[in-house]
């Protein structure tokens, strides 16, 4: 079921305000979470308007998240699967452009309960203490 909709959920303003982090321009956000029966694991469907051509975009995807560990950029035509992630720190994205729109299309399968709060805190920790990013966090996920 969907709830909060219209940007009545919680995190709408945080999604908003790490969106003008990196824009440099307020960001208008439209979020409306949807409950499916499941234990755990998050799938966003995220769009933009945009001008850019599928190359583009998968261009500036491939640059932004090259050196890190725990995001994977599917092979176009491949969809993140929360299954695939389950007990895993890594976040599966893929990208498209419907050209005949002019929208982007990003889809994000994460486990939150791996790669949620307490995952971002191990990671910030080892970067904190100069270990490497990626101690103490499975790559590879193992469903319970």
């Known amino acids: 079921r969907a709830y909060n909709i219209a940007g009545g959920h919680r995190h709408t303003p945080e999604i908003a305000q790490g969106l003008r982090a990196v824009t440099d ?3 208008s ?14 799938l966003a469907t995220c769009t933009a308007p945009t001008a850019a051509s ?16 725990f995001v994977h950029l599917l092979a176009d ?12 720190n890594v976040a599966q994205i893929a990208v498209a452009v ?3 729109a002019s929208v982007l ?5 994460i486990d939150n309960l791996v790669k949620g709060t307490a ?3 191990v990671q910030s920790m080892n970067l904190a203490l100069g270990w490497p990013e990626t101690e103490g966090l499975p790559a590879v996920g193992v469903a319970p």
């Open 54 to 69: 599928a190359s583009e975009v998968r261009a500036a995807y491939e640059k932004a998240y090259a050196d890190e560990p």
């Open 105 to 109: 299309v990003a889809l994000c399968a």
């Open 25 to 27: 321009r307020a960001v």
């Open 77 to 88: 035509g491949q969809l993140p699967r929360t299954g695939s992630v389950t007990g895993s």
């Open 29 to 42: 956000v439209s979020f409306t979470p949807v409950l499916i029966p499941t234990a755990r694991g998050i």
């Open 98 to 100: 419907d050209a005949d």
């Open 119 to 121: 995952g971002a805190a």
